[in-house]
């Protein structure tokens, strides 16, 4: 296999072991020394590296060590015909390679990884006896050498390293250049990041680019008096901002398809979930062993249970979506409503902020005690792999979160009518949160990564006496090994650190999109936080937290979903600002300027549901390459189905076999 300049073999994977205490340690069945031998020997290229406390070993892979794992694996891959395949490894030249010249892309190279190492396991016919230090165990027969050493705490930790030189070059053209704005080189962090990173990228540029209009709005009528004009040029502000949204969601939908068809997604594998290197691997559809073994099953009795298993299932997920639903109403929405009017009567401002303490303490607690149920809840049903069981807990985590970000604006504006109030809470929750949000998002792992070094160098004078000098850390890999990991607040079962970044960016479009007219400066603030957004996460993956592992996806999932649910709820609260605002003496009179509002809610609520018919989903030109690839592969197909019938009777009776 041809070696392509852009795949020469870099360390990608690192292992935590334990430091050998003396050299006179070694022995025949060393743990370390036998997996180290167990690496060479399915093509590994290993390093180890002694740090501080611990033992490091790097592995890379050989483009043709990865080639004989993907085949393993059954990979299927692009070819040039555009049909995807099964990847062989003597048929390099017929796979589409990605964009940055590599034959494989990231979240290939990490299935491939996670298939070597934990495929090691014991082929003798007896049991081999392993040591570390002092402590003897047996390596089963059949057993991964790997969850061996794991379950005994030998085996640390294992995560993806950083490649330096394309880690710096991305630092220098994507994290620290604030010249292009919302320019990102997306290729490029698809390749080093893989799909679902590169989709929060895209999606966050394209988000902020089109924020630029409704800031330009906003920025009109903040800096315009418009006196007495202001009740007309209001709702037609506000017509333009729901246009502007239900086209950016749609024109998003085409950006995605586009970013798919150019990157030679796999859609087969692009719905699944992450490679953890925790054993957890991608999911896959959970149906029952007993509904697969009888082979010789009845069709009709095969059916009644396929359908059973399948409406259990619903009715499963339909359970836990009421008790998630009630529970936000009878508990969370009383405590919610609650905080928000003690904010509302006190006038105390010491008062209002110890109560403010109190709140968000609490709100913390009742949001990882929901996550957890969530979790629970989740295990319960069956979903066709780990994307859509992600996606389930999003819906659900998403709901405790909108509860308690928009129910004391909705208190506020709704129910007091108090637009003065309103504006500050607006305020407040759009430049003190995200600003603080930006500030502990770089400052947090800096701080966790500094105290775990200064942990160990505390411990290593402890041992070793005072007299020890400061102790370096040397290595990189040690060093990335102390940086914490890209995780989700709310666990690290089926999601990472994408659900707070994608979290936050939902509930600032929520924000700025429900109370559009009563702040449209909102924008503004809005789209300037996301300039530097884009930036200060591109910081936070490259230098502050190890390298995330590769998630494969073809589109944001849930997110956008709740996108579209956010625009819906912008039409029902802006008409009802607007009514407020035209209603003043509260009497709720069905005059012109009423029923007018009545009217464009409904048209707009239309328009949203109406206006995907207009724009399609997929580019034309990723529809034309797709169906011109399809005739292709038909014609192929043909030839070659010729080709057999016609080899003679043996062989057509055979094809009717197997078909």
């Known amino acids: 296999m041809k070696v392509h300049p852009e795949e020469q073999a870099i360390f990608e994977v690192c292992l935590v072991v334990p430091k050998r205490k003396t050299e006179e340690e070694y022995v025949t069945y060393d743990c370390v020394e036998v997996l180290e031998n167990a690496f060479q020997k399915v093509g590994f290229i290993v390093e180890r590296i002694d740090g501080v406390t611990d033992e490091f070993m790097k592995l890379a892979a050989p483009l043709e060590t990865l080639g004989k794992a993907a085949a393993r694996l059954q990979m299927k891959k692009r070819t040039h015909i555009g049909m995807d395949l099964l990847f062989e490894v003597d048929q390099v030249k017929a796979f589409v390679r990605q964009p940055d010249g590599s034959l494989f892309s990231w979240c290939e190279r990490f299935r491939c990884y996670h298939h070597l190492i934990y495929g090691i396991v014991n082929e003798n016919q007896s049991a081999v006896t392993l040591k570390c230090e002092e402590e003897e165990f047996q390596w089963n027969v059949g057993e991964s050498l790997i969850r061996t050493l794991e379950s005994k705490k030998i085996v640390k930790q294992i995560f993806p390293l950083h490649d330096e030189i394309r880690r710096k070059k991305l630092l220098g053209n994507w994290a620290l250049n604030w010249w292009e704005f919302t320019g990102q080189p997306l290729d490029e962090v698809y390749s080093y990041f893989g799909t679902k990173v590169a989709l929060y990228f895209a999606f966050l540029g394209m988000y902020t680019r089109w924020l630029l209009f409704p800031a330009a709005l906003g920025l009109i009528l903040q800096l315009v008096e418009f006196g007495s004009l202001r009740l007309l040029v209001l709702p037609i502000f506000f017509v333009s ?29 692009g719905g699944d979930s992450s490679f953890r290197f925790s054993g957890v691997e991608c999911g896959s559809l959970q149906i029952p062993v007993e509904l697969i073994k009888n082979q010789e099953m009845d069709k009709t009795k095969e059916k009644e249970a396929f359908q059973r298993f399948e409406w259990f299932g619903c009715l499963r997920r339909f359970r836990n979506d009421a008790i998630v639903i009630l529970s936000i109403i009878c508990l969370q929405l009383p405590f919610e409503l609650a905080y928000a009017h003690c904010y509302e009567v006190i ?35 069956n979903y066709e792999n780990n994307e859509k069981r992600a996606d389930s807990l999003v819906y659900k985590i998403f709901g405790l979160y909108f509860m308690q970000s928009y129910i004391g604006v909705f208190y506020h504006a709704l129910l ?40 160990i160098r505390s411990n290593e004078r402890r041992e070793k006496g005072s007299s020890q000098g400061r102790i370096q850390f040397t290595s990189r890999a040690e060093k990335e090994y102390l940086k914490p990991s890209y995780s989700a607040s709310i666990g690290v079962e089926l999601e990472d650190g994408l659900f707070d970044d994608y979290l936050e960016l939902a509930l600032q479009f929520g924000m700025i999109m429900m109370f559009a007219c009563a702040f449209p400066l909102a924008f503004a ?15 936070k993956l490259l230098a502050m937290h190890k390298r995330p592992f590769p998630r494969a996806a073809t589109t944001i999932g849930a997110w956008l979903n709740i996108f579209q649910f956010l625009i819906v709820m912008s039409i029902c609260t802006n008409c009802a600002l607007l009514v407020w605002l035209y209603d003043q003496e509260g009497k709720w009179k069905i005059e012109p300027g009423l029923a007018a509002i009545l009217v464009m809610e409904h048209v707009l609520l239309l328009v949203k549901f109406g206006f995907s018919r207009l724009v399609p989903e997929e580019p034309a030109w990723v529809k034309a390459n797709r169906v011109q690839k399809a005739s292709q592969v038909q014609d192929i197909c043909s030839k070659q189905l010729l080709r057999t019938i016609s080899g003679g009777e043996k062989t057509l009776n055979y094809v009717k076999k197997t078909v």
């Open 241 to 269: 901002i729901i246009v502007w949204a239900v086209m950016f969601s749609q024109f998003w939908r085409r950006k995605n398809s586009a970013l798919v068809a150019r990157w030679q997604i796999n859609y087969a594998f």
């Open 347 to 381: 006038q105390s401002d010491v008062i209002k902020f110890g109560l403010t303490v109190l709140y968000l303490f609490s709100i913390q607690y009742f949001t990882r005690l929901g996550a957890k149920i969530s979790m629970k809840l989740i295990n319960c049903e």
């Open 416 to 455: 007091h009518r108090n637009f003065a109030t309103l504006r500050q809470v607006l305020i407040q929750r759009l430049l003190i949160s995200e600003v603080l949000e930006n500030l502990l998002e770089n400052s947090v792992p800096y701080l966790k990564y500094s105290y775990r070094k200064y942990k």
């Open 525 to 539: 603030f809005a789209a300037l936080n996301n300039i530097t957004e884009i930036r200060t996460d591109a910081l």
